[in-house]
């Protein structure tokens, strides 16, 4: 069962057993995903990610190496890539720390067929929804970077809970400037309303209402 997606979701399995990988790889394949094994989990971190929809079936235990630390480096490399955990002696501390890493899930092996093409549903959905939030966050950035610095401590300050009048005091500047400041604001961050443009402040990580930080 496939996910929802426009071309087949790229499954990617780091696990040093032959017949777990070669298992795996025929049942994926047969429900039309693209797979790539790897068994040695260094060189799975070495290879070039896919641009389409994926996630990574990744056993705990990999030989001398612990399946949880390539988890860690998954994250520092800030690869985006939903990871679901498999293991054959997992222990409550191991399942916690990897769900605390943010893996999808933890399947004990062996697991059925059902719960893994659930898991990997899950997973390529996570995927889409981080894509286009990144999507989201690039055109506000362009957009924000757009603003001029005027716009931008006008932003700043809306967004923290200013009213246009309190606005207009801090800056010095008429109540009228300031509604055309922030109309202006709202053409050019391409909002429908102020609650989109107070999630795309927080999307931009602008909380601090201090005029320095708008200022280009």
Known sequence: MMS?????????????????????????????F????????????????????CCLLLDVKLGNINGLDIQDEINRAELGIPVIMMTGHGTMPMAVRGMKAGAIDFLAKPFSHEALLQAINE?????????????????????FAALSSREKEVMGLAIAGLLN??????LSLSIVSIKIHRASVMKKMKTRSFADL?????????????IKRYRS
Not at 4 to 29: K, Y
């Open 4 to 32: 929802d997606t426009t071309v087949p979701g790229h499954i990617l399995i780091v696990d040093d057993d032959a017949g777990i990988r070669n298992s795996l790889d025929s049942l994926l394949r047969a429900e039309g």
């Open 34 to 53: 693209v797979v790539s094994s790897f068994s040695d989990p260094l060189m799975f971190l070495e290879t070039d990610f896919p641009k389409t929809p």
């Open 123 to 143: 997973a390529l959905i996570l995927w889409q929804n981080h894509k286009a939030q990144e999507q989201v966050a690039l055109e506000a950035k362009r957009n």
């Open 165 to 170: 009048k309190q606005i207009a005091d801090h």
């Open 198 to 210: 107070v999630r795309l402040g927080e999307l931009l990580g602008i909380r601090d209402p201090s």
